[in-house]
């Protein structure tokens, strides 16, 4: 069967180049005689491989010095508690931390943290069925939070920020993993950047972590060896067995981007490709797209039909098409297309051409 324009919100489309490589290595990785899955993580070929991937993120996103870049495990749900046990502070005499709530990631983020500590939930768009973000006017930040936290991309929403909050002196945290890569972002602007790497970066398994070194080594008391970001920095993400094969795959990813440009081409590309489908959903009434203008995300675009009782003729139609993954989230309905870096400007242009055509089928 030829390749599927597979829109899945994560795991996601990967790059044809990177998967081909890693079958043409799969067996015996540049002559050495075994495959990656079989190297010991504390070989020089291992560890050469992922300090390489390290230096090829570090370029691509322009990580200063004093930021480590940690691979880890647990995925960015792990995050949602790694990150107060890190980074919650007493300060003015309480500890608390500033959420912005955007949706569902959003949600589960903050419910992670009351676990361990005060939360401030500076603005909130539940108002509005999580169809946009508030703009920082609208912000209630409180001067003595530990950290400031946010989702710049909400990836069932499909509401993404596209510009960084300004918190003075007070940690900045995102959870970017669905907008990770997919334009350049400046790194010295956030105290600590997570990400799942199932979307942009590589296969599921790895957890992407981008900390300033200031914020590591204060851990709640309590707090297990495996979830104090100094265990993983001091040890180079290798503390225990990293895992090995995924951060292959994103090395090859992050490769590939550079080959292509880097991020600000990524962006380019990424414009082109959402703005085709959001021209066309401004264009008719049959579809209906429900965010914000100003927050429509670039990686995952959700609509709705006008009538919902097509819903599932069009998935099927859509199938037909080689065009897989179009439903949208359990929790929302509807449809949504995730267009990550990987998906060709092709496979959108293949979903327009079907949407018009399925529209005029029902004219
Ligand atoms: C924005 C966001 N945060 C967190 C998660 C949870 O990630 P994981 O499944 O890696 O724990 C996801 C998963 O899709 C996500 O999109």
Redesign the pocket.
């Known amino acids: 069967m030829e390749r599927l324009y597979n829109f899945s919100?994560?795991p996601a489309v990967l790059p044809r180049e990177v998967l081909e490589q890693a079958r043409d290595e799969l067996v015996n990785w540049q002559g050495c005689g075994m495959s990656v899955m079989e190297m010991s993580h504390r070989g020089k070929e291992y560890m050469g491989i992922q300090a390489q991937a390290e230096a090829d993120l570090r370029e691509l996103m322009g990580i200063p010095a004093n930021y480590k870049v940690l691979f880890l495990q647990?995925?960015?749900?792990?995050?949602?508690a790694m990150v107060p046990m890190n980074l919650y502070r007493e300060k003015g005499g309480k500890a608390s931390a500033d959420y912005l709530n955007t949706g569902e990631?959003s949600k589960?983020?903050i419910k992670e943290a009351k676990k361990f500590g005060a939360v401030n939930v500076v603005a909130s768009s539940e108002d509005k069925n999580f169809s946009y973000a508030p703009t920082q006017d609208a912000w209630k930040l409180d001067p003595n939070a530990a950290y400031v936290h946010y989702?710049p991309?909400?990836?069932?929403g499909g509401v993404e920020i596209f510009w960084t909050p300004e918190t003075g002196d007070i940690p900045l945290v995102a959870?970017?993993?669905?907008t990770i890569l997919s334009r350049p972002i400046d790194v010295s602007k956030f105290g600590l950047i997570y990400a799942?790497?199932?979307?942009n970066i590589g296969p599921?398994g790895v957890?992407l972590v981008i900390v300033r070194d200031d914020l590591i080594g204060q851990v709640l008391p309590g707090t297990p060896t495996m979830f104090d970001y100094k265990t993983h920095s001091e040890n180079e993400s290798m503390y225990n067995t990293p895992p090995t094969y995924g951060i292959y795959i994103a090395g090859m990813v992050f490769k590939l981007l550079k080959a292509k440009g880097g991020l600000a081409a990524m962006e380019q590309t990424n414009r082109l490709k959402a703005g085709l489908l959001y021209d066309y959903l401004d264009a008719t009434d049959f579809y209906n797209s429900p965010v914000a203008r100003d927050n429509r995300s670039l990686m995952n675009i959700p609509f709705t039909l006008k009538d919902a009782a097509l819903d599932e003729e069009f998935l099927k139609g859509a199938k037909a098409r080689n065009l897989v993954q179009l439903k949208g989230h359990r929790s929302v309905g509807g449809m949504r297309a995730s267009i990550y870096n990987a998906m060709p400007v092709e496979g959108v242009q293949a979903l327009v051409d079907y949407m018009k055509e399925f529209e005029k089928s029902r004219a």
Request: aromatic residues 8%.
């Open positions: 919100a994560g647990g995925g960015a749900s792990s995050q949602f990631w589960k983020a989702t991309n909400e990836t069932i959870d970017m993993s669905s799942g790497a199932q979307k599921a957890t």
